[in-house]
């Protein structure tokens, strides 16, 4: 009877601990994933948009995009 009782007690604890571990992992997920994603698809947009067809304009506009937003620029090795 004391097992049962006990095993009660501990499934609210556990349930909130699993709920608890779900929104960090959600959370951590939005800001190193989904958050850089979404930033430089718009400074990517944004920089487009008002460099117009000039390279090197483009790049100093998406770099200054990108930092404006929280972000440190690293060049893509392709």
Do not use: T
């Not at 556990?14 to 960090?24: D, V």
């Amino acid at each position: 009877m004391k097992k049962i009782k006990s095993l009660e007690v501990l499934k609210v604890p556990l349930l909130i601990l699993i709920a608890l571990f779900f929104l960090i992992a959600g959370g951590l997920f939005y800001w190193y994933e989904y958050r850089p994603g979404m930033v430089r698809e718009l400074c990517s947009e944004f920089a487009e948009k008002e460099s117009g067809k000039d390279l090197f304009v483009y790049e100093i506009i998406y770099r200054h995009c990108v930092r404006k937003n929280g972000l440190e620029y690293c060049a893509s090795d392709d």
